[in-house]
């Protein structure tokens, strides 16, 4: 069965630092990754993916992540932080077959410091 | 016009009452799925359709039972409710095909969520 550990459970950055966001993954088969964005109040939005290919993907509202297989990692990272960004950030997996169901991991609440 | 509309957003109601949350997509997606997010933020999946078709069923009481008369909808109906069932629940909908199909998994599309409070 898979799993994702994300790797604090909150970070405080400030603004114009680097966003590092950490993700690990369990899978018995390569996975699909995920990242998720939730504002309060609100449902998860998709950040960005990786299915196959590329190993470093590019999303919305400057977010990339890059897929290590040899560390079984998918971390979440911004060159600069802005206020906007303060959110709860989740990873996620799915395994390409099976009904596609995606296991999320407990999520990173992210801080932006003025 | 919202890709995946749930309603209500917000349902409070007694222990023992019995409750229904709506979902609507206008995606045109094949597949759709309830989420149960707690109060710690942790997400766990309920139930998911494929084509009116249940193809995942997560350890749920079976008090909760999800309703799909057509891919673009999929209700989740809930009886006898208790404290613990308070949560925000979320639909979403994603384009994935048959479960035996390799493919692309496009992500999901999520609702904005209904917060049930049980008191």
């Known amino acids: 069965a898979q799993s994702v550990t994300q790797l604090g459970s909150h970070v405080s950055v400030s603004e114009g630092a680097l966003v590092l966001l950490r993700c690990n993954y369990s899978s018995s088969v390569p996975p699909y990754l995920f990242w998720y964005v939730q504002y309060p109040n609100q449902g998860l939005q998709l950040l960005l993916k990786?299915?196959?290919?590329?190993?470093l993907v590019k999303g919305i509202n400057g977010f990339e992540a890059e897929f290590k297989k040899s560390e079984t990692s998918f971390h979440l990272t911004k060159p600069s932080a802005h206020m906007s960004d303060a959110a709860e950030y989740f990873c996620a997996v799915s395994l390409p077959f099976g009904g596609f169901k995606t296991i999320f991991g407990a999520g990173t609440r992210l801080f932006v410091k003025a | 016009d919202t890709a995946v509309s749930q309603t209500p957003k917000y349902l409070v109601t007694q222990m023992g009452n019995d409750k229904s949350i709506k979902c609507e997509q206008n995606?045109?997606?094949?597949?759709m799925y309830w989420y149960k997010q707690d109060s710690k933020k942790f997400l766990k999946i309920m139930f998911s359709y494929n084509n009116k078709e249940l193809i995942i069923n997560e350890t749920v009481p079976n008090r909760f039972s999800p309703k799909s008369p057509d891919k673009a909808h999929l209700n989740l109906h809930i009886n006898s409710l208790e404290l613990g069932d308070s949560a925000v629940y979320f639909c979403?909908?994603?384009?994935?095909?048959?479960?035996?199909?390799?493919?692309?998994?496009?992500?999901?599309?999520f609702g904005s969520g209904t917060r049930l409070t049980v008191v």
């Open positions: 979403a909908s994603s384009p994935q095909g048959s479960t035996v199909k390799m493919g692309s998994n496009y992500g999901y599309t």
């Open positions: 990786y299915t196959t290919g590329a190993t």
């Open positions: 995606l045109g997606h094949d597949t």
